[in-house]
Each structure stands twice: as C-alpha cells, then as structure tokens.
C-alpha cells in the first residue's frame, strides 16, 4: 500500500515526546477471569487490524511524516506476556501500579506501529491488561472506539476506506488559512457558523467555499478576538510543589470507584452538572494534599487543560487527533466545598461558546509545520500556564467482556506535554466513576495521597447536599 501523509496535528503530537513526557496513552482493564495469551493475540490482531494505523509504522522525511504498512508485522511484538514483580510487603495492585507507572516512561519500538499490550495472565484471580498506544495515532475519543471494538461484540470499523473521504475530513488547504491567518475573514465567518458548537466550526473550515455572512458576525468576531488575547496575556500559572521541572519517573494511582447515582444527586440539589461536582473534588482533593504538606493554597487556583472534542462522534473511527483545549481554572484554594463547587460551575460557564479550544488547534497545527525547537519553545508556552492536563470520558453503562471475561474496572491516564507533571482522569464505567492520577516523581511522588482525598471530599459534598431543601437548591 502506498504511504500516507500525516497529518500536521498528529505529527504535532508524534515529535511532543522529550526526555520527561512521552505521548502516550495508557490504559489498564482489569480482568474477573484469567484469559489465554493466544487467545488475547488473535482477538487485538484480528479486530485492531481493521484499522489501518495499526499496520502502519511512522517513516520521518523532510516534509514531515508518513503512514506506511509495516510488511514485518507480527502482533506477538505488540501484545506481550508478562508477571507482575512484586516487592516484599507490596500490594499486588501497588505492584501493578508501579509497572503501569513504569511502562509510561518506555518509549514505543520507533521502527514498528507504535502501540502495544501488555498481558499480566494472573492478577487478583483474574488477568490484567495494560495498553499503550501514541497520540500520534488518536485522540482519546478516536481510542476509545478502537478499545470497544476488541471486546466481545464490538464493532468493526465501516466498511469503507478508513483514509479521510472526499467530504471534508482531511486537512484540505482550509488548515493553512486557519492557522496562518486565524483573524482573516474566512476565519471569523467560519466561526460565525458554528450555531451548533465546534464540531460545526471543523465542518465549515473544511469547506470555505460555502461561507457565507451571518447575522452574528460581529458578535463572534469580538470573540474570536478576546479569545485570541486571552490565550496570549494569560499568566503563567500559580506556583505549587506540583509545578516545576519533572524529573521524568512517573507514578500512577488509580481510587475504587465511585457510585455515579450519588454524583447526579449532589448535581440534582446543588443545580449543577455532573462535571461541576466531580471537578469541585479534584480541586478539593488537591487542596488538601498540599495543606497537608504543609502548604497554604488559600486564595490559589491552578490551571488544568482540558481536552475538548472537535470532532462527530460517529467520525471517530476514522482516528487521527481532532481536539482542543480549554484552559480551566480549579479553585483549589476554596475549603468549603460548596462554595468551590459553584466557583467550578462559573469557571465551566466562562468556558461555554468560548473559541480557545478551536484556536488551540490551530496553535497544535502550526507547531506540527515547525521545527522541532520552535514547537517545543510553542508547547512550552502551554505548559507554563497550566499544572495539569485533565480529562473526563463518558464510558459504557454497563459491564464489558474480553475474550470471555467481565472487565470489572478500567482506567486510564493521559500523557503531558512540555514540563506539565500531573495527568488527571475522570472515566465513568459501569454505573461507576473512577479518578486517576499520572505524576511526575519529583513534583509529587505519592499520587495514591491525592487519590486517598478525593472519597472525603465527594463524601462532605454528598452530606451537606442531602441536607440542602431540593425545592429551593432547583
């Protein structure tokens, strides 16, 4: 097959990796019953394979990068058996903590499709198994269609060709103009069209040719504009232990999961949505860990990106990364819970029709057109504004099987760019909501002590909620 050109986002995210960050995504199931090696290789062989990137290894040229079909594939390389080391008086879940933390910190095979699967066929009477794939080759909603096509009754990709169509999902020269000249007026009218969110901003850049005027031109021209100011005047963000320079060792915890019906009710009382409550414990969480450090975060927020999709979610197949993201403010510094949770709700409403996850974009594309020292001076500014990268991902609402077995728990972190040493994830699963953590060793060894604050925190929301009069909190 011929080689394909990537795109210049994904080749953003491909030349990301430095010495204390790599782009990769990685994700554990945790498995009721023990699968078969064999078994697991013919099912990720038979079902990743469908999609075309993971065939596919990343030549490097003067232009860029290329898609080409690897001729010497062997999926016995991209699934491995392993057994989980413990060290004396350490926690089988401890043990696989740290190999998780571990495997986040080995680059991917650069001659081979960079992903693999790591099967640990005895974990807790169960197996367990960890994934790791690159950026460069999805985002996490992209992912999270690849991951439920290799369970049991998961779906193929259509049968059509996986490379962009005709219609518009390509880069097109549409990109260029975006990019470079992101204030011209194909760009304000492209955003002018966006009644429907930035899925329809994608659609409308992808084919300039068919803007036309709009009554709201000038109100979101002015956005556009404050948007563009705010991303470029934004301060740098507030100095904590957790912000500094990584020293490049990771370390993951992961909590039990959380009952989801007793999210919604504190999100019934307190009018708020799910995001808000959950986000108001990440901060309250982070709070505490410092105070108990000995740290004061009163009056103090920090800044977490957040990925934003920019894509139809019946498109995700098709891979590739097609997101931005939203700068968020966590209140950290807030003790009452219920004034921190309300400060969350106003900071998620400042973000509402804002453009900055759209001009993100645009910034990750430029940098994916520059040399590798421009991009990594352009990610730095990023980086320097924030102190986390967070995600929240709606997962199936009910249990899934793999080759036969319930996967019982699932989990996931997502990478850091720059010096950004913490990765928070949220993942509803299950009728459950589970909370993350990737951090770097030096800025904070012990993620397991964030983790251990987060139940407290969702606990003292629920309590004060359930006392709240539903009535007048409606």
């Known amino acids: 097959m011929a080689a394909e050109r990537m795109s210049r986002v994904d080749n953003a995210w491909l030349r990301m990796d430095n010495d204390v960050n790599l782009m990769m995504i990685v994700g554990v199931w945790l498995l009721e019953a023990r699968v078969d090696y064999e078994a697991v290789c013919q099912r990720i062989g038979d079902k990743l394979l469908k999609y075309e990137r993971f065939g596919q290894k990343v030549l490097n040229d ?9 001729d010497d594939f062997d999926i016995h390389r991209h699934v491995v058996r392993e057994t989980l080391k413990r060290r004396k008086g350490q926690s089988r879940q401890a043990a696989l903590q740290a190999r998780c933390a571990e495997l986040a910190t080995q680059a991917l095979d650069p001659v081979r499709p960079l992903w693999q699967f790591h099967l640990i066929e005895q974990y807790d009477g169960g197996s367990a198994l960890i994934a790791r794939i690159h950026h460069c080759i999805g985002d996490g909603i992209a992912l999270i269609t690849v991951t439920l096509s290799i369970t049991d009754g998961g779906n193929d990709p259509p049968r059509r060709r ?38 329809r901003s994608m659609d409308a850049l992808s084919k300039p040719q ?9 109100r979101t021209g002015y956005q556009v504009i404050s948007d563009v100011a705010a991303l470029a005047l934004m301060p740098d963000d507030s100095p904590t232990r957790l912000k500094g320079k990584p020293a490049g060792r990771k370390r993951v915890a992961w909590n039990e999961p959380l009952p989801l019906d007793a999210v919604k009710i504190i999100g019934k009382a307190l009018n708020c949505s799910i995001n808000d409550v959950l986000l108001s414990c990440v901060a309250g969480a982070i709070g505490q860990y410092l105070r108990d450090q000995g740290d004061d975060p009163s009056g103090q927020e920090i800044r977490a990106m957040v990925p934003v999709n920019l894509r139809p979610l019946d498109k995700a197949w098709q891979l590739g990364n097609k997101f931005g993201l939203a700068p968020l403010v966590l209140p950290i510094g807030i003790d009452n819970p219920i004034e921190r949770v309300y400060a969350v709700r106003r900071r998620m409403s400042e973000l509402k029709g804002s453009y900055q996850p759209l001009l993100a974009f645009a910034v990750l594309a430029v940098a994916g057109l520059m040399i590798k020292p421009v991009q990594d001076a352009i990610l730095n500014l990023f980086a320097k504004k924030a102190t986390a990268v967070m995600t929240n991902v709606p997962g199936p609402t009910k249990p899934l099987t793999f080759c036969g077995s319930t996967i019982r728990q699932t989990m996931f972190w997502v990478p850091a760019s ?13 009728g459950g909501v589970q909370f993350g953590l990737i951090t770097d060793e030096g800025l904070c060894p012990e993620p397991q002590q964030i983790i251990d604050r987060f139940e407290p925190e969702f606990e003292k929301l629920l309590l004060l909620a359930l006392m709240l009069p539903w009535e007048a909190a409606a």
Do not use: N
Not at 418 to 430: E, P
């Open 62 to 70: 003067a232009m860029g990068a290329q898609w080409v079909t690897d």
């Open 162 to 199: 996986q490379r962009a169509d005709a219609d518009g999902d390509t880069e097109h020269d549409w990109l260029s103009d975006a990019v470079v000249k992101p204030l011209t007026d194909i760009m304000v009218k492209a955003l002018g069209a966006t009644g429907d969110g930035m899925v």
């Open 210 to 218: 068919q803007l036309f005027g709009s009554v709201e031109l000038a």
């Open 418 to 430: 720059g010096d950004i040493g913490m990765g928070v994830s949220i993942l509803s699963y299950a």
